[in-house]
């Protein structure tokens, strides 16, 4: 069902799999074949996520912080939404709004706080997302769910980019409105994780859930 590929292969490949996740033990491994690059994923309940953020480049819609080649291995790209639909590979896709909060909840979130929006702090899940390095202003966190999570900052409406070092976002794939999706954030001094309307011009990275 799962492509996966060679640990030997990975290794050799490392350059693609971000720096921050080299100490992660993965549960296997998916090669993008548009691209080649090389994605750790982890079973999370009944649950398989990438460990890292999408790198593939849309034909537009798609950014690199501060326009850095240098972070695109270890922070992916921030896509507006439309583009985040076309970001994941056959056998992946977008997670829902449903699809993250059955992550929440599996990580210790009450279900009414996973359906509340704003900072839901209960089983204070961020600290299993993020990753235990890579964070500024002291926001590590244990990493528990091996989710990795890197604050890979944002991306205005208005092209400016914002926050890295200190702030993850991520789209759903679940309209709001015409002009607004759910997504979440992870920010530095939270344990908690925020649930949120957001502008679909505005940039956010993508972490793929298997099919």
């Not at 909060?101 to 979130?109: A, H, P, S």
């Not at 925020?194 to 940039?203: L, N």
Request: charged share 25%; net charge negative; with cysteine.
């Amino acid at each position: 069902m799962r492509n996966l590929g060679f640990f030997l292969f990975v290794i050799l490949l490392c350059s693609s799999c971000g720096k921050e996740l080299v100490s992660v033990e993965p549960d296997g491994f998916f090669a993008d074949p548009r691209d080649s690059v090389v994605y750790p994923f982890a079973d999370i309940g009944s649950q398989t996520w990438m460990m890292m953020n999408m790198q593939f480049e849309t034909p537009k819609g798609s950014y690199i912080y501060d326009n850095d080649d240098r972070l695109l291995d270890d922070y992916g790209r921030l896509y507006t939404f439309d583009a985040a639909a076309k970001a994941c590979p056959d056998s992946w896709h977008v997670p829902s709004d449903k699809e993250w909060k059955d992550l929440e909840i599996y990580l210790g979130m009450e279900i009414n706080a996973a359906d509340s929006v704003d900072w839901r702090r209960s089983g204070e899940v961020a600290l299993a997302l993020k990753n235990q390095s890579g964070w500024w202003s002291g926001g590590n966190g244990a990493n528990t769910s091996k989710f990795s999570a890197l604050p890979g900052g944002f991306r205005t409406i208005g092209g400016a980019f914002e926050i890295f070092g200190d702030l993850a976002t991520y789209w759903s794939s679940t309209w709001s409105s015409e002009d607004q999706a759910w997504g979440r954030a992870l920010i530095y001094y939270e344990v908690g994780v925020y649930r949120w309307k957001y502008d679909k011009r505005e940039g956010y990275s993508v972490r793929c859930i298997h099919d």
